[in-house]
Every structure is written in C-alpha cells, then in structure tokens.
C-alpha cells in the first residue's frame, strides 16, 4: 500500500472549517483514498472515501488533487465532538477492513 | 442495526496465562477483521476471517491465532502472554460485495501484568 503523510497535529476553532491535508505521492492507480477518525479510546470510524473525484457526505468532503498525490479532507463546520485523530490511508478497494495500514495520523483539537 | 460487539471491554491477565477475545460483527456482515493497538505501535493489522477461513494475516507470532464461527461471530486468542501484548484490541466487520464502510467495534482493552 502508498504511504502516506500527514502533519502530526492541528488546531481549529469550534464552528470554522478543519481542512486536513495528506500527501500520497506514491498513490497507484487503482488505489482509492479512505479517512477514519478514532476518538479517544474508540474504535475508528469511517469518514469518507475517493479515487480521483471530490466527494461528499454527511460528515465532510474529499478533495482530490488531479495528480492524486494528495487530499484534504473538509469538516465544514468542526465541533468539539470532531476532537479525535485523523487517519489518511490508500489502499485498492477490496471493501473490507483488511490490511488497512494505519499511520500515525492527524490529531485534531477542536477548540472553543 | 446493532454496531459490533466486542467482549469483553477490558481484561486483566497475569503473564503467561492465555486470553480468549469475541467479535460479533453487524447482522449479515461476513469479514471479521482484528487490529492491535499500543502507543508505541499504532494499529496494526493481525488478521481477517472470511466465512470460517483466514484470507489475511499481518505479521504477528503464532501465539496469536483467531477462528470465525458460521454465524461469521469470530474469536481470537493470545497465548503465552507478555507484557508487551497489553494493548486496545478492535475487530472490524464489513460486507462483502461492491464497497460498504468498515464498521469497528469499542474494543477489548487487555492488561497483562
């Protein structure tokens, strides 16, 4: 699987929009990107997934670069309940949670 | 739909004694997957069960083994244990069949002193 990078911590005010970033340069083609959170002492949740187009849904948006080299995951209006870490992983589709490999993560604070 | 469960939450055990870990996935979710997570680590991989059959495997010792009942509830075991096997244990369930979110249970917390 590409390896990805993330800076290790971000802040952001309560209300404004988190912008995450994630460098995969090294992304191949079948390869799609995928962001979990983990809340402290939780097990990760899955936020959002994409292969070269931006996506949306209920909990934030995807943006993809047209290289694919990397993406910014888009908490339009963070909470406090967004504190937690943030995981950028790519790997091909295969629709399980197999063999997801797990940085180290963004961890957002959310302040107020 | 009830999320996946996973028993028990936490778990005390002396070194050298052996542990047993339950996943029950969601309803109609047949791939089991499990995760180790320590501070040092991060989450790690250790496998996945397909209807009763391992499809992958990380790279873990021998000491940890798992199997996946008919009902697709699976189980994982440690043996022998170590210190350094203290850790938030996660199983994840998912459905086979075109992309559907991974769903991961609260985790087991096991403590081996």
């Known amino acids: 699987d590409a390896k990805t990078t993330q800076p290790p911590s971000m802040d952001c005010a309560e209300g404004r929009a988190a912008n995450l970033p994630c460098n995969h340069s090294?992304?191949?083609?079948?390869?799609?990107v995928y962001w979990y959170r983990q809340i402290h002492s939780q097990g990760p949740q899955y936020i959002i997934h994409?292969?070269?187009n931006n996506e949306t849904n209920e909990m934030a948006s995807l943006i993809i670069t047209e290289d694919r080299k990397s993406s910014t995951l888009i908490l339009p209006q963070a909470s406090l309940r967004d504190t937690a870490v943030y995981y950028c992983?790519?790997?091909?589709?295969?629709?399980?949670?197999?063999?997801?490999?797990f940085g180290t993560g963004t961890r957002l604070q959310v302040t107020l | 739909k009830a999320g996946v469960t996973q028993t028990p939450r936490y778990l005390i055990k002396t070194r050298g004694q052996q542990v047993t870990l339950s996943c029950s996935p969601i309803?109609?979710?047949?791939?089991v997957s499990w995760y180790q997570q320590t501070p040092g680590q991060g989450l790690q991989f250790l496998f996945e069960?397909?209807?009763?059959?391992?499809?992958n495997k990380g790279n873990f010792p021998g000491r940890f083994s798992g199997r996946q009942f008919s009902n697709s509830r699976s189980e994982m075991n440690v043996s022998t244990l170590e210190l350094g096997d203290s850790a938030l244990y996660l199983c994840?369930?998912?459905?086979?069949?075109?992309?559907?979110?991974?769903?991961f249970g609260q985790g087991t917390r096991l403590t081996v002193v």
């Open positions: 994409g292969l070269k």
């Open positions: 090294t992304i191949s083609g079948n390869e799609y």
């Open positions: 994840a369930s998912s459905f086979i069949g075109g992309f559907t979110e991974a769903f």
């Open positions: 069960y397909f209807s009763e059959t391992q499809r």
């Open positions: 992983i790519v790997r091909p589709d295969t629709g399980t949670a197999s063999k997801l490999t």
């Open positions: 309803s109609g979710h047949r791939s």
